[in-house]
């Protein structure tokens, strides 16, 4: 089952074209990476179909929602205020800086969206937080603040963040890069714990043996397009187009 | 002991001045951040032209201008007290819209995709995520700002308010000797040592995050 289906997207930067004309779809319970060298657009295309940024051109389709498509002045039409929030709240999104929020203590950081935005009482949310934190091994730093903790460990409560308010798929935008490979090790388990879950998610990594392992599928971006997409396999012991080639040649050496 | 009671009736309305100006001029400096922040070029300009005067000409002259400027545009008479409040409050604010600016344009553009990803709304991510944030990152410009005006409400004699510095030159006038306007200096010395210290006691307080 198709979960998201993005088709011919479209984005530019002041006349600086960064995604031209992609088309992709997640399933149910599918784990795709997203590869390829810096400049390729893949965060720009997780920060469009997470409303960060917002398309030139294109439509997208999160479950049986339309987010956004293209009417027939080639002019990208969104979806209402209130579905988008909808829609938002279907897919969370793991940042490579993290962003937790400083002020607030680890729990409070995991508990604050469900309790303002999903109305969830503080009791429940409080619960639900120590049960991510305990799936995070994090239990012991419920009350720390996020300047005390490492880079892991903060990506660790970031992941549970995200996880907290039951997203149906969950997006990686580079979850490692800012971490020595120790700690990527610590982030990059929580990520396969929840593939094994069955957990749909769209990682965005620099990380090959990571997306060689636990994705299902593996997307090839440069330039703004996707070059190439397969099993992980084909993709990385048999690539058909050269572009792909050469950039896992780069990786493996 | 007469003097240092003349002195603390006088303290009493540079202290209510002090406390007016802090109530209205800190949300109406935030209120002109946003203003000067706005992509309507047409509100930006006017906060920034407003920002330019009130920091460009001397307190005291606009002091002047608040108490005379009504009546002779209007033939309205504004009380010494109220005149001096309000020429306060448009001055400080000026500053402390700076001072708010700075502070809300360092919160890194990853706390507001944070909280918009977490489906905050906007007026959400401003108050939960940023404003505390902004508080912690401005108490020490702040705080610099209100013991200057600590030392500014003396500025009212220009307009004849009856607060601490004119009883303490009057006195001096009197008895023809420095001794009151020396232990007024005292008193404001004092009074900005309280300041000073409630705002480290508040900087210790914020400091359990960085």
Redesign the interface.
């Known amino acids: 089952m198709e979960m998201i289906k993005a088709t011919d997207i479209y984005k530019s930067f002041d006349g600086n074209v960064v995604l031209s004309g992609i088309s992709f779809e997640v399933n149910k319970g599918e784990v795709v990476a997203v590869i390829g060298p810096s400049g390729s657009g893949k965060s720009t295309l997780l920060r469009c179909i997470n409303l960060l940024e917002k398309v030139d051109m294109g439509s997208i389709t999160v479950e049986d929602d339309v987010m956004v498509c293209t009417n027939a002045q080639g002019r990208a039409v969104y979806a209402d205020k209130k579905k988008l929030r909808e829609i938002r709240l279907k897919i969370g999104l793991v940042f490579q800086s993290f962003n937790l929020f400083p002020h607030y203590s680890v729990l409070d950081n995991i508990m604050t969206a469900p309790i303002s935005v999903a109305g969830v009482s503080k009791a429940e949310a409080q619960k639900a937080a120590m049960e991510l934190l305990i799936k995070m091994g994090l239990e012991d730093k419920a009350n720390a603040y996020p300047c005390n903790l490492s880079g892991g460990q903060c990506q660790r409560v970031a992941i549970a963040r995200a996880l907290a308010l039951k997203p149906d798929v969950l997006f990686f935008d580079e979850p490692t890069s800012a971490l020595d490979p120790q700690l990527t090790n610590e982030v990059l388990k929580v990520i396969r714990q929840l593939a094994e879950e069955h957990m749909t998610m769209v990682v965005v990594t620099h990380e090959m043996n990571f997306a060689r392992e636990v994705a299902d599928r593996v997307i090839f971006m440069d330039g703004g397009v996707i070059v190439e997409e397969g099993k992980p396999e084909d993709i990385f012991t048999n690539p058909k187009k050269e572009r792909t080639r050469a950039f896992i040649r780069g990786f493996i050496g | 002991m007469k003097l240092v009671l003349l002195l603390l009736e006088g303290m009493v309305v540079s202290l209510q001045i002090f406390a007016l100006t802090l109530i209205f001029a800190i949300p109406l400096g935030l209120i002109i951040s946003f203003g000067r922040r706005s992509k309507n070029i047409i509100i930006s300009g006017i906060t920034s032209i407003y920002i330019s005067i009130m920091r460009g000409t001397p307190l005291i002259l606009q002091l002047l201008v608040v108490y005379f400027a009504p009546s002779y545009v209007f033939e309205a008479k504004v009380g010494r007290f109220t005149a001096a409040v309000i020429a306060f409050i448009l001055n400080y604010a000026a500053y402390f819209a700076e001072i708010f600016r700075g502070g809300i344009e360092s919160i890194?553009k990853?706390?507001y995709?944070?909280g918009?990803?977490?489906?905050?709304t906007k007026l959400?991510v401003f108050f939960?995520?940023v404003l505390?944030?902004v508080i912690?990152r401005v108490l020490p410009p702040i705080s610099n700002e209100v013991i200057t005006l600590v030392k500014d409400t003396a500025l009212v004699t220009a307009i004849g308010v009856e607060e601490m510095f004119r009883v303490a030159q009057n006195a001096s006038s009197r008895v023809s000797s420095v001794q009151p306007l020396f232990v007024a200096g005292v008193f404001y010395y004092v009074m900005n040592l309280i300041v000073a210290q409630a705002f480290s006691f508040a900087e210790k307080k914020l400091n359990?995050?960085?």
């Not at chain 2, 918009?116 to 905050?120: A, I, K, N, R, S």
């Open positions: 890194p990853g706390q995709e944070a918009e990803v977490l489906g905050f959400q939960k995520i505390p944030q912690k359990y995050y960085r």
